[in-house]
Every structure is written in C-alpha cells, then in structure tokens.
C-alpha cells in the first residue's frame, strides 16, 4: 500500500521555525519527484516547494524563497521541508504529494493535478 505520512506541524510564533517530515511507505521515494503544498482556510492549495526524485534540484514558491529549504534522506525514505522566518500568512494545512520523475523537469511541477499520491496533511499554525 503507497502510502505518504506528514508530520511535525504545530503551534509556533512569527520568526519561528518548524521541521516538517514526509516519510513515504510500500514505494520508494528515488523514483518521484516530491512536493510541499499548502491550503489556507478558504483558499487554493498551492505548491511551496518541490525536490527533483535524485534530491539534487530544489524549486520554491516565490512566498517562502529564502526561508523554506526542501531536503531528502533517501536511507530514511522521507523529505523534509525546513521553514524558518515564519509569518502568520503560513498558516496552513501542509501536505506532501509524489508525482513521476519527470514532473519536475517541467512547468508543472507546482501543479497538485500532476501529482499521484497524497499525504493526510499536517497543520501547521504562526500566532503569537
């Protein structure tokens, strides 16, 4: 069963930080390209960030360029999204998708059509 897990949402303050995981399970997550999307209350999801099936090429939304960094741990089977700097308009549900290999060659890659597996979301929360 393809399975994509998120986690390490929560509650923290403008200018904080949170560490958000994504750990696939029943695939193997070298052969798709990975992305972080977003859905505010009320509002579209949208792509944030996405990381190449190699973890050599990153790509970021212009809103979180300089604060977000995606990684991966292909020993661990899990991506990450560091956010730093964060403000309060980041508040939303994240969510973490898979999609095939060369979706991140293209435009698309911050489009959630493109992408065939979905995790449950992690919310994640900036007030003071």
């Known amino acids: 069963q393809l399975q994509l897990v998120e986690s390490g949402g929560g509650l923290v303050q403008p200018g904080g930080s949170l560490r958000l995981s994504c750990a696939a399970s029943?695939?193997?997550?070298?052969?798709?390209?990975i992305g972080w999307f977003r859905q505010a209350p009320g509002k579209e999801r949208e792509g944030v960030s996405c990381?190449?099936?190699?973890?050599?090429?990153?790509d970021y939304a212009d809103s979180v360029k300089g604060r977000f960094t995606i990684s991966k741990d292909n020993a661990k089977n899990t991506v990450y999204l560091q956010m730093n700097s964060l403000k309060p308009e980041d508040t939303a549900v994240y969510y973490c998708?898979?999609?095939?290999?060369?979706?991140?060659?293209?435009?698309?890659?911050?489009?959630?059509?493109?992408?065939?597996?979905w995790g449950q979301g992690t919310q994640v929360t900036v007030s003071s």
């Open positions: 998708a898979a999609g095939p290999p060369a979706l991140y060659y293209s435009d698309q890659r911050f489009l959630r059509e493109k992408y065939d597996y």
């Open positions: 029943g695939f193997t997550l070298d052969y798709y390209t």
């Open positions: 990381i190449s099936s190699s973890g050599g090429l990153t």
